[in-house]
């Protein structure tokens, strides 16, 4: 239901932004400019999940073989301690915990291309615990608002644009990525757990929260000292030993059990293409809404009316140019990504702005996206308080990336 009010509600005021500026400003392209970005949208909406078909279908293939070789419930035991706390409508031995646990591995590696596919055979997973199937369990729940606020290790695609536009040193936003990407994690996973009751000062739990700590601190170590070319060069290598490592395993794994892999890599690629078909009509609807918003500068009048607060409180502002990345992240990844880069542009990569903009980019995720794509892959359309608390993350892991660049590069930094 949520959606549904949300998505009118982007139309309704996209059209009265664009009637006034026609007939009070004279604007006669506005609803033609609105209608043309509609239409891209549109066939951006398709063309992402026509994409998704080869990596889906490959990656479900995998799976599947994972899957019947009994692989899968191996990962499931081995993280169950956790997420049974998390989870605690899945049962431990089921298929679903070992497809979550690596579709948030792939997320910390910021392998996008893995982590979809994984993450929505999760989602099915789940859907077949599911007894209202358009209605969204505390379970599915729960992994949608921590996929959205899914930590990142590293920001291997943030270190490249900054490296493209010209930074002195691209890897200089990583500790605070890190950081951010941390808290906007434990701010999804605080808020869902508030409204489903589940005490998170429990054991496994603390366990966990304690080694992520220990892990950041030691590819702090590892990679903090080296200059950003290694870093990248590195963290590309560690993603691809793992990825790859992870399919012969499965498929060695799968033959040693007498599993015929390449019969259940088929049977799981099928699966992979009709779940791309399924996703697209979702994708449309919020890409769609999404862009009569933006084009007809909605966005922008939200950011200035920020702006003129922070200045009627007396407060430094060099952070509000910066903030469309965030805003727009939380509505689209490709138009966050091309924010970041007009701030780097316009104000230079090592601006206070340019490393606030870089720092929100490598700390938030796309939840509108995540929502409709996840969520429409299993036909699921209300989501109960799934929106809310995926906002919820996303707005503390924006205020926490904009207080993260003043702590590391301060509001003195000019362009």
């Known amino acids: ?3 549904n009010y949300i998505w009118i509600g982007f139309f309704v005021i996209a059209f009265i932004v664009a009637l006034v500026k026609l007939i009070f400003f004279g604007d006669t392209a506005i609803f033609n400019n609105v209608v043309n970005g509609m239409f891209d949208s549109a066939k951006t909406g398709a063309e992402i999940s026509l994409g998704l078909i080869g990596v889906m279908t490959f990656w479900l293939g995998i799976m599947k073989i994972g899957e019947r070789a009994g692989m899968i419930s191996l990962f499931a035991k081995g993280v169950s301690p956790f997420f ?11 298929p679903a915990n070992g497809s979550i646990i690596m579709n948030f591995s792939a997320n910390m590696l910021g392998l996008d291309n893995a982590a979809t596919p994984v993450g929505l055979k999760a989602m099915q997973e789940l859907q077949e615990l599911n007894p209202e199937k358009d209605t969204a369990t505390n379970a599915q729940i729960m992994f949608l608002v921590l996929n959205t606020a ?3 290790l590293i920001p291997t695609g943030v270190i490249a644009l900054r490296m493209a536009n010209g930074a002195t040193n691209p890897a200089d936003v990583f500790i605070p990525c890190l950081i951010g990407t941390f808290i906007s994690f434990l701010a999804g996973m605080i808020a869902v757990s508030f409204y489903q009751k589940i005490n998170l000062l429990q054991l496994p739990i603390l366990i966990f929260f304690g080694g992520f700590i ?10 903090g000292s080296l200059p950003p070319d290694q870093i990248q060069v590195y963290a590309g290598l560690l993603g691809g030993i793992i990825i790859f490592s992870i399919i012969t395993l499965f498929i060695v794994y799968g033959a040693s059990k007498k599993v015929n892999v390449y019969e259940a890599f088929i049977d799981g690629a099928k699966d992979g293409f009709s779940t791309s078909v399924m996703i697209i009509p979702f994708l449309i609807a919020i890409l769609v809404a999404i862009s009569a918003f933006r084009t007809t500068g909605c966005m922008d009048y939200v950011v200035n009316a920020i702006g003129s607060l922070v200045t009627l409180f007396g407060l430094d502002t060099s952070f509000v140019p910066a903030l469309p990345v965030g805003l727009m992240k939380t509505l689209s990844g490709g138009g966050a990504r091309g924010l970041m880069v ?3 542009t316009t104000y230079g990569a090592d601006s206070f702005q340019g490393r606030l903009a870089s720092v929100i980019q490598g700390s938030s995720e796309t939840t509108f996206y995540v929502l409709a794509v996840y969520f429409g892959s299993v036909g699921i359309k209300k989501p109960r308080y799934a929106l809310v608390c995926g906002l919820i993350a996303d707005l503390v892991g924006l205020i926490a990336a904009i207080f993260l660049t003043y702590l ?3 509001h003195t930094i000019q362009p």
């Not at 220990?214 to 990679?223: D, I, K, N, R």
């Open 408 to 410: 590391f590069f301060g």
């Open 150 to 152: 899914g930590i990142t």
């Open 84 to 94: 049974s706390r998390l989870f605690p409508e899945v049962p431990k031995s089921h």
């Open 1 to 3: 239901m949520a959606l």
């Open 214 to 223: 220990a892990l950041m601190a030691g590819l702090y170590f590892w990679l």
């Open 342 to 344: 007009d701030v780097m």
